[in-house]
């Protein structure tokens, strides 16, 4: 299960990146049969996530956003507000500066930082994701720190205790935070329990926290709680957060980015 996940996340993001591949490409790209990539795509137009031609695969501009699997919870989270999430995540790499050392939290935006952090910019970067780790390989002059542990397919999430302390241990000058709901008086949650230590060492290690999220994670609550919005520095969001929320971020002394 594990490998199929991993795969059907690789395959969302060739998709994203070249928005039209044959089938034969893609089966060289993932090293699997074109039988294979046929069974994917499939489940992915039988979903409305893709379009699919003769011999080629195209990522819809709106997928669906009620797609929703055991096995695809990443994937899902990726094809949603995707426009929202690129704006966002590309602001938030201008945030980074020569020298930083950032924690890049789990999430299908925090992913989009590490995508646009120039090539040639040398700092030091703390991720616990394959897929953020997939893009910071590539990046010459990042110094990579990987705590490592179990994995979750489902997010592409590794944790442990061992790395829990790695983080405890290690200070940054920024974490770059993803969530899945933020409430004014239930706090800021996610979606599963195994996150919630890794994102508490990682906030306490921090000098600036700043969240990362589009505007549908307002007013939401999910299961695992982990921080206060008195936890965060900085809140990096697109232009649908409503008024209310706005001054009430005011209020509470956050700087707001809306892009």
């Given amino acids: ?90 602001y938030a790499a201008t945030l980074v500066k020569p020298g930083d050392i950032l924690i890049l939290d789990t999430g299908s935006t925090t992913e989009r930082i590490a995508k646009y952090i120039p090539d040639d910019m040398d700092l030091t970067v703390m991720c616990y994701n394959y897929n953020t780790l997939a893009y910071l390989v590539h990046k010459p002059y990042v110094n990579l720190i990987f705590p490592g542990g179990y994995y979750h397919p489902n997010g592409q999430f590794f944790e442990s205790l061992h790395g829990i302390k790695l983080i405890e241990e290690t200070r940054v000058t920024k974490m770059f935070l993803s969530v899945s709901g933020i409430h004014k008086t239930l706090g800021i949650t996610c979606s599963n329990n195994y996150e919630v230590l890794t994102k508490r060492s990682a906030i306490q290690s921090a000098r600036t926290r700043i969240i990362v999220t589009d505007s549908s994670k307002f007013g939401k609550i999910r299961p695992a709680y982990f921080a206060t919005l008195e936890d965060v520095d900085m809140i990096i969001t697109d232009t649908g957060l409503s008024q209310e929320w706005q001054e009430y971020l005011d209020r509470l002394g956050i700087e707001l980015v809306m892009v």
């Fill in 1 to 90: 299960m594990g490998k199929k996940s991993e795969r059907m996340n690789r395959l969302i993001e060739l998709l994203k990146e070249q928005e039209s591949i044959s089938i034969r490409k893609l089966s060289e790209m993932l090293n699997v049969s074109e039988m294979t990539i046929r069974r994917d795509l499939k489940s992915l137009e039988e979903n409305d996530v893709i379009n699919r031609g003769y011999g080629k695969a195209t990522l819809k501009e709106t997928p669906r956003e009620d797609f929703k699997d055991e096995n695809y919870e990443l994937l899902s989270a990726k094809t949603k507000h995707n426009d929202e999430k690129e704006r966002i995540g590309k």
